[in-house]
T-cell receptor, first 117, second 114 residues
Framework: AQSVAQPEDQVNVAEGNPLTVKCTYS??????LFWYVQYPNRGLQFLLK??????LVKGSYGFEAEFNKSQTSFHLKKPSALVSDSALYFC???????????????FGTGTKLQVIP | GEEVAQTPKHLVRGEGQKAKLYCAPI?????VFWYQQVLKNEFKFLIS????????ETGMPKERFSAKCLPNSPCSLEIQATKLEDSAVYFC????????????FGPGTRLTVT
């Protein structure tokens, strides 16, 4: 069975400082990995994905994530945090490959990012 | 751009009553997913569709939950006899095709069972 762990319920960072939100995963075969952000009373917004290729992927709003196969991690990063980045962040995984149609995505339990002015 | 639409925004039902939620996926998207978000932010997968066909229903409590995606109609999720533990936010998401990877989420329907 596939799973995602986000070990931190909350991450606090000062505005302008770099931020990291951690994610580790478990899945059969090669993973497809995703980060989503949820603002209050809203649905999830897609930020970025890793499918194949370069281990460092860049996404929306200046976010990036690094895929590390040996550590089964996909940490979300941003060089300089903004107050407006404060939100709930979800990591997600699904098995790679397209056989059998669209395969189920498993989400982590989310990490609340608080950027302090 | 286009968004996934969900109605209603809020729904209050007494225990034992029926609840029906609707989702209009982004035009041209072939896959639709329903998730239940409960306390502690957990996203529980309920069911997915490929066009009007059920693709994966392993997350559905089948005795009370049902879902449909019919041509030219919004998709729907119905709970026949609601229970207190059904109180949650229900999200619908859609994805373009097998070759696309990310899902696009609607704003959710908050169901409160009293």
């Amino acid at each position: 069975a596939q799973s995602v762990a986000q070990p931190e319920d909350q991450v606090n960072v000062a505005e302008g400082n770099p931020l990291t939100v951690k994610c580790t995963y478990s899945v059969s075969g090669n993973p497809y990995l995703f980060w989503y952000v949820q603002y209050p009373n809203r649905g999830l917004q897609f930020l970025l994905k890793y499918i194949t290729g370069d281990n460092l992927v860049k996404g929306s709003y200046g976010f990036e994530a690094e895929f590390n196969k040996s550590q089964t991690s996909f940490h979300l990063k941003k060089p300089s945090a903004l107050v407006s980045d404060s939100a709930l962040y979800f990591c997600a995984v699904r098995p790679g490959g397209n056989s059998g149609g669209y395969q189920k995505v498993t989400f982590g339990t989310g990490t609340k990012l608080q950027v302090i002015p | 751009g286009e968004e996934v639409a969900q109605t209603p925004k809020h729904l209050v039902r007494g225990e034992g009553q029926k609840a029906k939620l609707y989702c209009a996926p982004i035009k041209g998207h072939s896959y639709v997913f329903w998730y239940q978000q409960v306390l502690k932010n957990e996203f529980k997968f309920l069911i997915s569709f490929q066009n009007e066909n059920v693709f994966d229903e392993t997350g559905m409590p089948k005795e009370r939950f049902s879902a449909k995606c019919l041509p030219n109609s919004p998709c729907s999720l119905e709970i026949q006899a609601t229970k207190l533990e059904d109180s949650a936010v229900y999200f619908c998401a859609s994805s373009q095709s097998r070759q696309s990877y990310e899902q696009y989420f609607g704003p959710g329907t908050r169901l409160t069972v009293t």
